[in-house]
């Protein structure tokens, strides 16, 4: 029995040094939080179908259609992320993120729609476009677009969509 608890020590002491040495990337411990908190949606799916319900809608009148720019991308996460770990919707932080992207981006200006609790892109698109607020800045003056959509632990989908000019 002795025999059995010195070869042990060793092993576990090498382990612990090992857990204790490794690292995680910034990256790792990203997609962790996000593992544990949210789930993406139909890999996208769902964003590019709304990114083509607006940019359909805005064609239809006559308006230019967005470009997608995944830069913007993270910005839209995140926000999903915060308002999944709060449970309700809002634009908290919005006046930050305008700016960040506006310096990022040489943006002259930002906005944002926000929304949970539909099960298609359809649905949110058609709440929006219901909504005078969504709907101005869905027929904005803008040129690019970045959107996401995330579920929650118990299957509710959020939803941010920026636009950038």
């Known amino acids: 029995m002795i025999k059995q608890v010195k070869m042990k020590f060793p092993v ?10 490794s690292s995680c990337s910034k990256e790792e411990l990203v997609d962790e ?3 544990s908190t949210a ?5 996208s799916e769902m964003e590019l179908e709304i990114f083509e319900l607006v940019n359909d809608y805005r064609a239809e009148k ?8 995944t830069r913007a991308q993270s910005y839209t996460t995140e926000h999903n992320l915060y308002m999944i770990s709060k449970s309700q919707i809002s634009h908290d932080g919005f006046a930050q993120r305008s700016s960040t992207l506006s310096e990022e981006f040489n943006a002259v200006k930002v906005s944002e729609n ?14 929006w476009l ?6 101005k800045n869905i027929e904005g003056d803008f040129d690019a677009t970045a959107i996401s959509a995330y579920a929650d632990a118990n299957g509710m989908i959020y939803f941010t969509q920026v636009f950038i000019k």
């Open 33 to 35: 939080q996000i593992n």
């Open 12 to 21: 576990l002491f090498l382990l612990s040094i090992l857990v204790m040495t």
């Open 130 to 135: 219901n909504s005078p607020s969504h709907l």
């Open 62 to 69: 006559g308006l230019s259609t967005l470009s997608y720019d």
């Open 39 to 43: 789930m993406i949606v139909s890999d």
């Open 114 to 127: 926000v929304g949970r609790n539909f099960t298609t892109a359809q649905g949110i698109v058609e709440a």
